[in-house]
Every structure is written in structure tokens, then in C-alpha cells.
T-cell receptor, first 115, second 113 residues
Framework: GAVVSQHPSWVICKSGTSVKIECRSL??????MFWYRQFPKQSLMLMAT?????????EQGVEKDKFLINHASLTLSTLTVTSAHPEDSSFYIC???????????FGAGTRLSVL | ELKVEQNPLFLSMQEGKNYTIYCNYS?????LYWYRQDPGKSLESLFV?????AVKQEGRLMASLDTKARLSTLHITAAVHDLSATYFC?????????????FGKGTRLHILP
């Protein structure tokens, strides 16, 4: 199957700082990438859909100014959590589509802890 | 609005037993997915079901899809401890050119040795 690399896998930061998470499709071009957030023992919640070369589409209730998404190329999307606060602590997972049959392939996830 | 409901949400079972996880969804869809998630890990793709009557099997897991009933099942045969994990079903939701998928709440499966 296709490979999606997500980095970093784990990050701890102080409240008020910004954190950038990268999502790369390694062996295919991803026209669409998705960003999810998952709280402990809960399901994945779609935050936003990003399409290469255009603005991301955010789900209802997700602050676009807080969660900045950039999809500048067909192999890279980034999620920047700006001015992070403890309530932003969560597991963030990206996925990339556009591969064979548009099936989504998931990254390994990033665990964010905001102190 | 597409809704995906899984049941049960939690299942504790003995090794060697059989059981089924159910996934109902509310509107027509193109694809249904089953994923496995181990604690602290991301999602592992198990099955993709594309058409009515589709059945796929991998080891002790078998997934099926009934698009008329909007129901998918994940059947576990002779469970072993290694299958303990959270299992998610997800349904494709084509919107414009996007390919959003909507997840169920997950079934936490705990298999007792």
C-alpha cells in the first residue's frame, strides 16, 4: 500500500507557542489530504480537507485561524497549531488521498502535549 | 448528513469465541472501510468494501457489506488475544471533488486469554 509519513510523532510545547506538523505522501501524489483529531478513547474527528493549491475546507467548529493548513505541493501538507493551549493537546492524524482508487492512507499520527 | 453507527462500542470476549461488530450508515455511499487501531497508534487499513454483497476475509476477520440495508459487519472467528484493539468502520462521502470519510465511534475489543 501507499505510504504516508507524518512528522513529528510526538511533540511537547509550552502554552502559547506554535507547532507545525508535516504530512507527506512518499510514493504517490496526493491531490487531497485530510487532518483529523482524536481525543483519548474517542473516534477520529475530521478537522479539515486540504486540496493542493487551494484553501483548506474546515469542518464546522474548527477555527481556521488557529489550525493553519497549507498544501503547497502534491506530496506535502502541513498543519500549524497556532498559540497552542492545553486543550489543544490531542492525537493529530493526517491522511492522503488521490492514490489508487482514491483510498485514503493514514499517517502514523502526532501526539501533541501542550503544557 | 451522513451518520455512521457502530455497535457494540465495547466488547469483552473470551479467546476462541466468535463475534460480530455491526456498522450502520444513514445514506448511500460508495465505499466502506474497516480499520484497526492499537493504543497510541494510527489506523491500520483492514478492508475496503466497494459493492453490495462484497465479502472479504483476512485471517480470523471477515467483513461484509449490504448496501441495501446500509449495513456492514466485521466477524471475528475464534478470537485470539492479538486481535484486541479498537475497530472503526468508516463510510465514504463524496462531496464535490473531496473524498471525505465519516468514522463510526469505534468498537473497543478486549479479548481475554
Amino acid at each position: 500500500g501507499a505510504v504516508v509519513s507524518q512528522h513529528p510523532s510526538w511533540v511537547i510545547c509550552k502554552s502559547g507557542t506554535s507547532v507545525k506538523i508535516e504530512c507527506r505522501s512518499l510514493d504517490f501524489q496526493a491531490t487531497t489530504m485530510f487532518w483529523y483529531r482524536q481525543f483519548p478513547k474517542q473516534s477520529l474527528m475530521l478537522m479539515a480537507t486540504s486540496n493542493e493549491g487551494s484553501k483548506a475546507t474546515y469542518e464546522q467548529g474548527v477555527e481556521k485561524d488557529k489550525f493553519l493548513i497549507n498544501h503547497a505541493s502534491l506530496t506535502l501538507s502541513t498543519l500549524t497549531v497556532t498559540s497552542a493551549h492545553p486543550e489543544d493537546s490531542s492525537f493529530y492524524i493526517c491522511s492522503a488521498g488521490g492514490g489508487w482508487g482514491n483510498i485514503q492512507y493514514f499517517g502514523a499520527g502526532t501526539r501533541l502535549s501542550v503544557l | 448528513e451522513l451518520k455512521v453507527e457502530q455497535n457494540p462500542l465495547f466488547l469483552s470476549m473470551q479467546e476462541g469465541k466468535n463475534y460480530t461488530i455491526y456498522c450502520n450508515y444513514s445514506t448511500t455511499s460508495d465505499r466502506l472501510y474497516w480499520y484497526r487501531q492499537d493504543p497510541g497508534k494510527s489506523l491500520e487499513s483492514l478492508f475496503v468494501l466497494l459493492s453490495n454483497g462484497a465479502v472479504k476475509q483476512e485471517g480470523r476477520l471477515m467483513a461484509s457489506l449490504d448496501t441495501k440495508a446500509r449495513l456492514s459487519t466485521l466477524h471475528i472467528t475464534a478470537a485470539v488475544h492479538d486481535l484486541s484493539a479498537t475497530y472503526f468502520c468508516a463510510v465514504d462521502m463524496l462531496m464535490n471533488r473531496d473524498d471525505k470519510i465519516i468514522f463510526g465511534k469505534g468498537t473497543r475489543l478486549h479479548i481475554l486469554p
